[in-house]
Antibody, heavy 118, light 110 residues
Framework: EVQLVESGGGLVQPGGSLRLSCVASGFTFSAYSMNWVRQAPGKGLEWVSYISSSSSTIYYADSVKGRFTISRDYAQNSLYLQMNSLRAEDTAVYYC???????????WGQGTLVTVSS | QSVLTQPPSASGTPGQRVTISCSGSSSNIGSSTVNWYQQLPGTAPKLLIYSNNQWPSGVPDRFSGSKSGTSASLAISGLQSEDEANYYCAAWDGSLNGYVFGTGTEVTVL
């Protein structure tokens, strides 16, 4: 069974940093690209970042470019999102999602809430 | 920000058919496949339709998808109370190099 479990969310002040983690199980992690997608409270879904299976290709949404960094650890079957210079508008539930050939994310984690507030 | 446009709401009585539209552009729907997600309150999105009209395992065929040009649609036949949820379309955007999602449609069963 495919499982994705996010962690690392919490309350952080504007300008602060946070690192999200997503542990994958039930599939060959190294064979799949991965995504981060977020959802602000009461709002729709917003794609944040993509990393290819080999980590050779990385994309970011313009809204986070230069502030967020996606990475993965194959030994730990883990996906990460380092978030710096956080703003109030980054407040959201962050989901990690497995990718299928840049066609569709199929499996999603349960999400982790990030709140940016003073 | 959402690049794909959906109606904010749709509704129907049990057993009815409901259709949700999704409008995009040549850089996303026009050149990629469309996917649909169902999100029940307080839960993560669940893949409902992929590659325009394919069902993941376990999704009932009451849900169907189609695509034409730069638009797509999701149809729910035989509407049931458990279909009350938010529905999002999505596609890869070759200009943005990322996924774009629809604005979301809240389906209510009357």
């Amino acid at each position: 069974e495919v499982q994705l479990v996010e962690s690392g969310g919490g309350l952080v002040q504007p300008g602060g940093s946070l690192r999200l983690s997503c542990v994958a199980s039930g599939f060959t992690f190294s064979a799949y690209s991965m995504n981060w997608v977020r959802q602000a409270p009461g709002k729709g879904l917003e794609w944040v970042s993509y990393i290819s299976s080999s980590s050779s290709t990385i994309y970011y949404a313009d809204s986070v470019k230069g502030r967020f960094t996606i990475s993965r650890d194959y030994a730990q079957n883990s996906l990460y999102l380092q978030m710096n210079s956080l703003r109030a508008e980054d407040t959201a539930v962050y989901y990690c999602a497995r990718d299928r050939s840049r066609s569709y994310p199929d499996y999603w984690g349960q999400g982790t809430l990030v709140t940016v507030s003073s | 920000q959402s690049v794909l446009t959906q109606p904010p709401s749709a509704s129907g009585t049990p057993g009815q058919r409901v259709t949700i539209s999704c409008s995009g552009s040549s850089s996303n729907i026009g050149s990629s496949t469309v996917n649909w997600y169902q999100q029940l309150p307080g839960t993560a999105p669940k893949l409902l339709i992929y590659s325009n009209n394919q069902w993941p395992s376990g999704v009932p065929d009451r849900f169907s998808g189609s695509k034409s040009g730069t638009s797509a649609s999701l149809a729910i036949s035989g509407l049931q109370s458990e279909d009350e949820a938010n529905y999002y379309c999505a596609a890869w955007d070759g200009s943005l190099n990322g996924y774009v999602f629809g604005t979301g449609t809240e389906v209510t069963v009357l």
